[in-house]
C-alpha cells in the first residue's frame, strides 16, 4: 500500500521507496498477529492457604448402588414423562431441543450442494456478438498496451493490479500492492512516467507508475484529489478527471486545472479532433475544446450520471468513428449529431465510475462487470 503522504511515521513495519524527483514514501508491511491458544479448563477450586488445586469429580455413593425398587419406579416415571414432554415438543426435530447445525455449517453445506450459476451474458442486436473475454476477481477500468495484454484495475483491498495476457488468459498480478489501483492507463511513451512502456495506475490520491519490470514510483501526489478516469489525447497529453468537479492535464510536469466543471464528471473520451467529451453526474455528456473552453454543454442528457462511460469507435473493425455509451445496463451508440441506437442490454455498471470501457488493438469493444467477475469483448459480425 502507498502512503499519500512523503517521509511520514508509519506504525508498523515500514519498507522505504524511492518515489519521483527523490521523494521518499513508504509501503506498510501488514505484520502477522499471534493468538494464544485457549485450553479448555478443569472444574477446579484454588485454596489461598497452600494454594493447592483440589479437582472435583463425581463419586456414587453405596447408598446409590444400592438403590430401593421405589426410588428406581419413581425415577423411572419422571424420565418417562420428560420423554413424552420431548416428544410432543418436537424431539430430534430441528424445532425441538437437539443442536441444529450453525450458520457457517448451513452456508458451507450449501455451497457444496449449489454450483455457481454464471450470469448470463447481455443481449445485442444482430451484427453484434458478446462473449466473456476474461474472468478476473472484481475488475474495475482496462487499458491496452500495443501487443494485446490488458491491464486491470482493482477496487479496496484488491490493492494489486492485473495483467491478463493476449487472448484472454493466463491472469496475472502485476506490480506491487498500492492504495485502492482502480485507475490505469499504459503509458507506451513513458511520457509521464519516464519509463516507455509503464502502467499509470490512480488511486488513493496518488498518480503513480508500474514499471515493465514490476517496480513502482509516485509520480504525482498534489494538485488533485484522487484519480478517476485517465486518457491520453493526439498529442500525447495525459488528461483526467477528479473526484472534485474539475479536468487536470500534465504533459509531464505536475498536473494543472485544465477544465472547472459545474458538477463532478466521471468518464473522459477524446476524439480524433483532441475533443474532450465528459459524461458528468448529473446525466449529461459535455464536449469541451482541447484548450478547455466549453463546446457544448448538453450534447446528450438524461443518462445514467457516474455510470455513463464512453469511448470513440477505433475506425476499423465495423464500428467507425462513432461514440459508444455504456449508459448504466444499455449500450448505445451515437452519431455526431446526438442521436442514439441501442446496440446490446443487460450489462452490470458499477462500481460509481469504476467501469472499465475500451476498445483494444483488436479493434473490439471491452467491458469490465465488476459484480460478474468477468471482462466481456463486443466484435462486429453476423
Known amino acids: 500500500m502507498l502512503s499519500a503522504g512523503f517521509g511520514r511515521e508509519v506504525a508498523c513495519h515500514e519498507q522505504g521507496w524511492t518515489g519521483a524527483r527523490g521523494f521518499e514514501y513508504h509501503r506498510k508491511a501488514y505484520l502477522p498477529i499471534n493468538f494464544r491458544d485457549c485450553s479448555r479448563r478443569t472444574c477446579a477450586l484454588s485454596t489461598m492457604a497452600n494454594h493447592r488445586m483440589i479437582r472435583f469429580r463425581p463419586r456414587l455413593s453405596q447408598r446409590g448402588l444400592e438403590m430401593s425398587q421405589r426410588e428406581f419406579t419413581s425415577r423411572l416415571l419422571v424420565a418417562s414423562i420428560f420423554c413424552f414432554f420431548l416428544s410432543a415438543c418436537g424431539g430430534g426435530d430441528s424445532n425441538g431441543l437437539t443442536a441444529t447445525p450453525t450458520s457457517v455449517s448451513m452456508l458451507a453445506a450449501d455451497r457444496k450442494q449449489t454450483p455457481p450459476v454464471e450470469s448470463?451474458?447481455?443481449?445485442?442486436?444482430?451484427?453484434?456478438?458478446?462473449?466473456?473475454?476474461?474472468?478476473v476477481d472484481q475488475p474495475m477500468k482496462l487499458s491496452f498496451g500495443p501487443d494485446g495484454a490488458l491491464y486491470v484495475g482493482r477496487q479496496g483491498g484488491n490493492n494489486r493490479i492485473h495483467r491478463i495476457a493476449p487472448e484472454g488468459s493466463p491472469v496475472s498480478e502485476f506490480g506491487p500492492p498500492m492504495a485502492d489501483p482502480d485507475a490505469v492507463l499504459f503509458d507506451a511513451t513513458g511520457r509521464i512516467s519516464g519509463t516507455p512502456n509503464s502502467v499509470l495506475v490512480g488511486g488513493g490520491g496518488i498518480l503513480a507508475a508500474i514499471f515493465p519490470n514490476q517496480t513502482a514510483t509516485v509520480v504525482f501526489n498534489t494538485g488533485f484529489t484522487d484519480v478517476n478516469d485517465m486518457k491520453f489525447d493526439g498529442s500525447g497529453r495525459l488528461i483526467f478527471s477528479d473526484d472534485l468537479p474539475r479536468i487536470l492535464t500534465s504533459s509531464g510536469s505536475t498536473p494543472t486545472v485544465l477544465i472547472s466543471l459545474p458538477i463532478r464528471a466521471g468518464s473522459i473520451a477524446v476524439d480524433r479532433n483532441n475533443r474532450i467529451f465528459?459524461?458528468?453526474?448529473?446525466?449529461?455528456?459535455?464536449?469541451?475544446?482541447?484548450?478547455?473552453?466549453?463546446?457544448?454543454?448538453?450534447?446528450?442528457?438524461?443518462?445514467?450520471?457516474?455510470?455513463?462511460y464512453l469511448a470513440f469507435g477505433p475506425g476499423a473493425g465495423g464500428f467507425g468513428h462513432e461514440l459508444y455509451v455504456l449508459n448504466g445496463?444499455?449500450?448505445?451508440?451515437?452519431?455526431?449529431?446526438?442521436?442514439?441506437?441501442l446496440i446490446g442490454s443487460g450489462f452490470s455498471a458499477g462500481p460509481s465510475s469504476g467501469t472499465g470501457f475500451v476498445f483494444g488493438p483488436d479493434k473490439a469493444l471491452y467491458v469490465s462487470e465488476y459484480s460478474n467477475n468477468r471482462i466481456l469483448k463486443i466484435t462486429r459480425g453476423n
Open 120 to 135: 448470463a451474458l447481455p443481449t445485442m442486436v444482430p451484427g453484434f456478438n458478446i462473449q466473456v473475454y476474461s474472468n
Open 278 to 308: 465528459l459524461a458528468l453526474a448529473d446525466g449529461t455528456i459535455s464536449i469541451y475544446k482541447a484548450d478547455g473552453t466549453l463546446e457544448d454543454s448538453a450534447f446528450a442528457t438524461g443518462l445514467a450520471g457516474l455510470d455513463t
Open 329 to 341: 445496463s444499455d449500450l448505445l451508440r451515437f452519431d455526431t449529431n446526438g442521436k442514439t441506437t
